[in-house]
C-alpha cells in the first residue's frame, strides 16, 4: 500500500494544473487556427455576405471583394460570375436573405449589367473563420 501526504497531492495538482494553462497558452499562442485578417472577424455571417454584396454589386469591385472575403480553397459553382470581376456596378435587387447558422442565402434579381442578361439566383454561401468558404448559385425564375 501506498502512502500519500496531502501536501504532495496539493503540489501534485498545482503542478498539472500549471501544465494545463501551459498547454492552453502555447496552443493560442503559437498555433492559431483561426485568422484575424479575414474582413468578417467579429461580424454575423449575415453581415459578412452583406458587405461582400455591397462591395461586388454596389461598388463593382467584385475582383477585390472575392479576394477579400472568399477563402483561398473556396468552393464556387459560379467562378465566372459577375460579382468576383471588378468592373461597372451591378444592379441587384435583394428579395430576401435567409441566414441560419453560418449559412446564408441571398435570393436575389441580378439586372442586366457587362454583356450579360438579367439573371434570377438563389445564392447560398457557407462562412467559416469569417470567410466565405462556398458558394452554390442556383439559376431561377421569380414571379413577377
Not at 106 to 132: C, E, M, S, T, Y
Request: net charge positive; no cysteine; glycine share 8%.
Amino acid at each position: 500500500m501506498v502512502t500519500v501526504s496531502r501536501n504532495s497531492l496539493k503540489l501534485l495538482s498545482i503542478g498539472i494544473g500549471l501544465l494545463f494553462t501551459a498547454a492552453v497558452y502555447y496552443t493560442m499562442h503559437y498555433n492559431p487556427r483561426w485568422d484575424w485578417s479575414a474582413p468578417g472577424v467579429g461580424k454575423l455571417p449575415r453581415d459578412i455576405i452583406a458587405q461582400f454584396m455591397d462591395q461586388a454589386y454596389d461598388k463593382g469591385q467584385g475582383g477585390t471583394a472575392q479576394q477579400s472575403y472568399f477563402a483561398k480553397d473556396a468552393m464556387d459553382n459560379a467562378p465566372a460570375a459577375d460579382d468576383r470581376r471588378d468592373g461597372a456596378p451591378v444592379p441587384h435587387e435583394i428579395r430576401d436573405v435567409i441566414a441560419q447558422g453560418m449559412t446564408v442565402a441571398v435570393i436575389h434579381r441580378i439586372g442586366p449589367a457587362r454583356g450579360n442578361p438579367q439573371l434570377d439566383v438563389i445564392d447560398v454561401f457557407r462562412i467559416k473563420d469569417g470567410r466565405i468558404v462556398r458558394r452554390d448559385r442556383y439559376p431561377t425564375r421569380f414571379a413577377q
